[in-house]
Structure formats: C-alpha cells, structure tokens
C-alpha cells in the first residue's frame, strides 16, 4: 500500500564516546603538546613567508598531524572547526602492528593558535565537574607535528613516488577550491588531466608531479585534502571476466544517447569493423558500412587484429577509459562510417593504395552525399619513403582533400610506428631517425603523432618495471619527420595520447596494459574491450576531436577545423622543456618535427575566454594575375585586428601572447622532376606577417612585398624572419602555418593588422594549364592571450568591432 504511514517526530538517542581519554600526567602531556605544537606553528610561518607571490593563491594556512589512540578515533570530531575554517581533511588508518590513528589537518595561519588555546585551557582550566577543560579532545592526542606532503598521503606508502620521480597523483580537493588549485598548477607547470570527478565536498583531479614539486603546490595554496596514487589503469578492464565487461559496456550504453540524423560521421577507412558490438552498434548503421572491394565484406578480420574495430571505439567514444568510469549520461555528437581498404587475408599492392582510398570514400560518400565528416586513416607503409618527397598515394589524397570549388575535404592520417623493437637507450634518437610513413607526405591532411601520460604501472606482473616515455613525451613507436628534407610539411602536425611501453632494464620494452588505451574488441561474445596505442590510437583520438568541432560548429570549412586542432594545441611540458633549451632555430625545427604543434585542447577550440580570444576569419583571394605573357602575383589581404587598443595600452609592460594559424588546401602536382622553382609540388603557398609597432601600413605592405619577393628567389621564410617570433622561418612548411609572438601589451596595441599573401606555385609557373585565374581559399585564426589580465578582453574585443567575435 503507498501512502498509509503515519508521520511521527523522532529523536535519535544521543551519542555516548565510549571510553575514558588516556590517563596523562595533565602538566608534562600539556607542556609536551605545547612545546610540539610552538615548533610546528613557528616552522608553517617561516615556509608561508618564503612563499613566491607570484605562484601563491588562497588563504595562507598550514597543515598538522594529529596522532590519536586507534581505540579513541572518536577525538578525531573534536579537531575541526568549520566555523574557523579548521577542517579535518584526511585520516591515516594504522599501520599493521601499530595502534595510532594520523589526522591530518589543514588550519588557516589566522587559527594559528586555536590548538595551543586548547592545550593551555586544558592544563588550567577545569569544567563545572572538575574534570580538564577540553579533555576529551586534548588526553586524547598523543603528538603532534607540521605536516609533509607524504602525510596527505592516504594510499599505501609503498606507493608513494620515489623523489626525484615524476607520477600521476588523485588530487582530493577541499570543497570549492578547485580554481585555486588550478591556478597554482598552472604556475608551477604542473599538467593536469582535463576529466574531473566532483562530490559533494571533494573535487578529484589527476595531476603529474615529482614529490617536491607537489611539496610546493600544496604549500602555496590552500586547495588539497589528501593525496592517492593514480590507480585507474586498462589492466581493471582488460583483466574482467567476460560478464563483467559486458555489465560496464552495458551501463556506458544505457547513459549514452545515438546521434541524431544530422550528426556529423568519422569515415575510417581501415579493416572494416564489428558492427555489432555493443559501445559501436549505436553509432553504427549497417548501411554506413562499406568495402573497396565487396567480395571482402565489411566486417572485421583475425588477419588485422581487429584493427578497424579498434579504431572504431576510440573515433566514436574518445577516451573509451574515461567514459566507462565517468558514470555521466554521454551523448554521442557524432556517427561512424567504416570503407573495408584492407583484404581480409593479405595486404594490398602499396602502388594502388591511391585508387583504394579514392575509391573508398567515393563508396561513402555516395551512401550519403549530403553528410558532413572527417576521414580517418591509420593505414601507413614503409615503400615509397623518400625524406618527405610526394608519393603516388600522398599525392591523391592531397588531391582529394583540395577536391576543387567547395568540395573539401578533411583527412586525418596516422604518422606511423616504429615496427622494430623498442630499445629504451634509443628512444628519441630512434624516433627522430624513423621518419613519418607513407602517405603522411600528404600537405592537406592533418598527421596524428603520439605522445604519451600513461608511466603508472600497477599490475604485480611488471613490479619493478619502469616506463620508457616519460610523462607529456613522446610515445616510444611514434614516427617523426626530422630526417626529412627540410623544404617539406611539418610532420606530425599534431600529437594525441598513444601510450607508452615498459622495460624490465634488460629486454627490449613492451606495450604493457597498464601503459596502453582502452578500446573494443572485433570478437564481442568473446570479450568487450582491447587494448590499443600507437599512432593508430592517435589518429582515432584526433577524429573523434575534429568530429565533436564538426558537430558543434557545422559551418565551418575543412581548412578551418584542421586551423582550430593545431591553433589550439600546446607543447606538454616535457616537450616546452625541450624547446626553452634549444638554442637555435635548427634546433626547434628538428623538435617542431618531432611534436608538431603539440596537444590540441577540445574547449580552446571551441571557446573563446575573456583573458584568451580568438578571431576567426575564412576568405579567399585571387594569387595571380596575367601580365602579357607573364603570371604574377596579385591580391593581399590586408585584415585590421580589432585590439582593444586602450585596455592593452593600460595593462603596459605586462606580458601577453598573440598566436596566429593560418591553414589552406594546396593543389597538388607530383612527379619526380627535381622540384625546381619551374616544377614546384604545390599550386600556391600563402604566408602571413603581422604589422610590427613601429610600421605604419605603408611600411608594413613594403614588408610584406619585399618578403614575397624573396622568397621567389628561393628564401623560404623571409616574412617571418626576427621580431621575436617563437619559431620564425621554420614555421612556412606545408600548407598550414602557426607560430605565437610574445611581448609587452603595450607594444601588441600597435600590432593591429596581418597581411595575407602568395608565394608562388605551379599556378604561376605553368600558365599553359591555366589554373592562375583560381582563387585561393584560407582560414586565419587569431588569439590574443594575457593569463594575468583582470580586464575582460574578450568583451572589449567585442566591442571593437560592434558584432559578436566568432568563439573559436
């Protein structure tokens, strides 16, 4: 029956402490506790003075360790104090073999002397009953002691990081601190892992660190409560029972919503895929299912691992890891196709991997002409390497990413693994040595390296096992282009996460569990999930990004998202820590060609900040014009940047940072011919320069036609030469072009304008096949950044010019 019971009041019996507090001699416990208590609140002020200002944020404050009797955890109550911000934030259970209880306890320096209060009113001062005042609280503590990083420090201690050892720490958040938390992060560069998982009193981030660096991020503010190991690895997932895997697979698609009928797709052109397993059937319909040859058929294959279904996974789900443990309702923002480029038994001829991947999408895209989408492609070969020349297969796909008029498109491509065994003593040198596979030539696709924050080993078989990549570096199989001749793209363009491998210090390293991906398997009613890395991973990873900027902004071109995943990416700090100390441009052209731009971050994006706008523009231009019987070069697009020009005059001498990316699809022309000025590859390049402060735009349009002149004469990077550029000459490769300038704000005030302009190309040395008279489209996309400005940039920007500034 609902309904049918009667509401009474109720008083729960109040709670009795069992037990009396320790028998103490009450003079010499106080004078201990006193004496204890002064030298740990004199140390806290002399390390709260030696703070750095410019990294510190929140309330000063220290934090003490109680020990407390294991039969008397009920004084722990007694040693918070919410109403003076005194909270109790985490509780060391014993010790095996040991019976005392370690309370850690953070206390605003404003309540420095609230304990010492305690102590000296229970020394002399007695209740109404004639007992100690406060004694149930102060008999109650053993000792007491400043606090280490290590006594956050909840887990195992035989988990604790050695010193000196970078590791992934859970960083348990006090209740509303986590912008504090962030702040400091970020100033003392510490990398943060962007998912976030919030309760009612506590935030718990994932934050890599050495043990005194987290010493430092604790001490300058006044966010932690308590410290774990990351323990979240593939290896829970992989080492389930089927059933068990088929129950977390079931819930992530019971809070999962399919796309809608618009949805944007990730097209994977690979071994086909599994349809029916249950994290892609949703995405998935039979009928988005192709092959090159379809007496293949589109499922997936032993022959191949299961590769297609693999990718499958990580395109429509991302971080598949992440998803399962999130326990959030997830909505997917995009479909899958899959086009079967693999045979089910045996490779294809590498000469026709061109006609095969044309093919291949001409199948997909005729199932659904009208749908929007990004090609995915992990397929890579070692034949027709040649330091980055153009092969037969890199060139048709520059051909159909160009398409001609507005039939773009947007191709990702994998850069390629290292397929020899992996010897920790080589790693870098043996990626920079191994270069990017075929047909990552390609100009107009978007290559996808790996690198790597997976070092956490858990599983008992590899104790004592250590990670070859170190966090935020490169992932140990990953191909680069740093052999490559130096007039060709930039490869990768871009890293995601691929994961790592582990070595024992003698053998060759292995792709462990614990260091790799989650994704799905092709054989569901055996087991769900898989494990999964390398470039391949990568490249899904990457995919998965550009669909969900797809579906969010579904007008954009194919040149502007590609613009927005490398404008958007940022060096780690393993990898910034490699350019700080490079000491010539050569220098960060070879790592420029290791890392491309770095991590892209989905909400830099999609968003634009009040102190970290972005200006988008997508136009187009006429490059050439006819001059008797000469072709030579005709528009430039002068675009004038909306700077709140008194908000930056204002903020002075304080540093800001202006990035610009500029990305366009190039025509693609091969064959071997020496590629002389007369048989260049490409049928236009465009470079980019900003006005400097001192240069009125006469001055600047100078500029800009001398450099254009001089890179005719075979000078490639002659607009981007000095003026404090980070990476200058070495960013004009290829076909999309980023490079970031820093300086004073009152000097960006007077940068107000960036000049667009060819370069030159077969357009203009081959007027017999009269591509001269094509425009030229291009996506430009601005960011001006001042991470220490309190004005709201982003606002006076918008003021600027009167309409709202497009969120990039």
Not at 163 to 179: H, S
Not at 620 to 635: G, M, N
Not at 715 to 720: K, L, Y
Request: net charge negative; hydrophobic share 40%.
């Amino acid at each position: 029956m609902q309904g049918s019971g009667d509401a009474e009041y109720y008083t729960s019996p109040r709670t009795v402490i069992n037990g009396l507090p320790p028998a103490r001699a009450r003079a010499a416990h106080a004078a201990h506790l006193e004496q204890a208590l002064g030298a740990a609140v004199a140390t806290a002020r002399q390390l709260l003075d030696a703070r750095d200002p410019a990294v510190a944020e929140g309330e000063r404050g220290f934090y003490l360790d109680f020990d407390v009797p294991a039969d008397h955890q009920s004084a722990l109550d007694g040693l918070e104090n919410r109403l003076k911000k005194i909270e109790l934030v985490a509780v060391k259970p014993p010790a095996e073999g040991e019976d005392t209880v370690r309370a850690t306890v953070f206390v605003p320096e404003a309540q420095a002397d609230y304990f010492a209060t305690k102590v000296e009113q229970y020394r002399a001062e007695e209740t109404k009953t004639g007992n100690p005042k406060n004694q149930n609280l102060v008999a109650r503590i053993d000792d007491v002691r400043l606090s280490a990083v290590r006594s956050l420090f909840t887990d195992d201690d035989a988990l604790y990081p050695p010193d000196g050892r970078q590791a992934w720490w859970e960083v348990w958040l006090r209740d509303g601190k986590l912008p504090v938390f962030q702040t400091v992060a970020e100033r003392l560069n510490v990398a943060l892992k962007q998912h976030l998982v919030s309760f009612p009193e506590r935030d718990v981030v994932l934050a890599l660190a050495e043990p005194a660096t987290m010493a430092r991020l604790v001490l300058h503010s006044d966010a932690v409560a308590e410290l774990r190991a990351a323990k979240d690895t593939p290896s829970f997932f992989l080492d389930m029972r089927p059933v068990e895997q088929a129950e977390w697979a079931g819930d992530l698609v019971n809070r999962s919503t399919a796309p809608g009928a618009l949805a944007p797709a990730v097209c994977i052109l690979d071994s086909g895929a599994t349809q029916g397993h249950p994290l892609i059937a949703p995405g998935l319909e039979p009928a988005d299912q192709h092959a090159y040859d379809p007496a293949w058929g589109v499922g997936d294959s032993a022959f191949w691992n299961g590769h297609g279904t693999m990718m499958a996974g990580v395109a429509l789900h991302g971080d598949v890891e992440a998803a399962l443990i999130t326990g959030e309702h997830l909505e997917l923002s995009h479909r899958l196709e899959t086009v079967k480029v693999l045979p089910p038994n045996a490779q294809n001829d590498p000469e026709l991997y061109g006609a095969v991947t044309e093919i291949g999408i001409g199948r997909a895209e005729t199932q659904a002409p009208r749908r929007r989408r990004v090609f995915c492609m992990a397929v890579t070969s070692s034949v027709g390497l040649g330091r980055g020349r153009p092969s037969s297969w890199s060139a048709a796909i520059d051909k159909l990413c160009y398409g001609g008029g507005d039939s773009r498109r947007l191709m990702i491509l994998a850069a390629g693994n290292i397929r020899d065994p992996i010897v920790p003593a080589e790693y870098l040198d043996g990626n920079d040595l191994a270069e990017a596979e075929n047909p990552c030539q390609a100009w107009n696709a978007l290559v996808v390296g790996a690198y790597t924050d997976k070092i956490t080993i858990n599983h008992p078989d590899f104790a004592g096992w250590d990670s070859v990549a170190p966090a935020g570096d490169l992932s140990p199989a990953s191909r680069t282009s740093t052999i490559w001749d130096r007039q060709w793209p930039i490869r990768p363009d871009v890293v995601f996460e691929g994961g790592n491998f582990a070595h024992d210090g003698v053998n060759p390293a292995e792709a462990i569990d614990d260091l790799q991906l989650i994704t799905t398997h092709y054989r569901p009613t055996m087991r769900l999930f898989d494990s999964f890395g390398d470039t391949s991973a990568a490249c899904a990873l990457a995919a998965n990004f550009s669909a969900r900027i797809m579906a969010e902004r579904p007008e954009l071109w194919p040149e502007t998202v590609r613009a927005l995943m490398v404008h958007s990416a940022e060096w780690t700090p393993a990898m910034r820590a490699w350019f700080n100390a490079a000491g010539s441009q050569t220098q960060k052209a070879a790592l420029l060609r290791r890392y491309g731009w770095g991590v892209p971050d989905l909400g830099r994006a999609l968003l634009s900040a009040s102190n970290d706008a972005t200006l988008m523009i997508e136009d187009a231009l006429l490059p050439f014009r006819r001059e008797k019987s000469q072709i030579k070069t005709r528009d430039m697009h002068l675009h004038h940047l909306p700077w709140p020009r008194d908000e930056l005059l204002a903020l002075g001498e304080q540093d800001v940072e202006l990035r610009v990316t500029l990305s366009y699809f190039v025509e693609p022309n091969p064959g071997e011919r020496g590629w002389t000025r007369r048989h260049r590859y490409a049928s236009h390049s465009l470079r980019f320069a900003v006005k400097r402060s001192l240069e009125n735009l006469q001055q600047f349009r100078q500029r800009i036609n001398r450099a254009a002149q001089s890179e005719e004469e075979g000078n490639v990077g002659a607009a981007a030469g000095g003026d404090d550029w980070l990476l200058g000459t070495v960013r004009d490769r290829g076909s999309v072009h980023s490079d970031v300038w820093r300086g004073s704000a009152a000097a960006l005030a007077d940068r107000d304008a960036i000049g667009i302009f060819p370069v030159g190309g077969w357009w203009k040395e081959k007027p017999n096949l009269q591509r001269w008279e094509r425009s030229a489209r291009y996506s430009l996309l601005v960011s001006l950044r001042a991470p220490d400005a309190e004005i709201d940039l982003y606002a006076a920007i918008e003021n600027q010019i009167g309409i709202p500034v497009p969120a990039a």
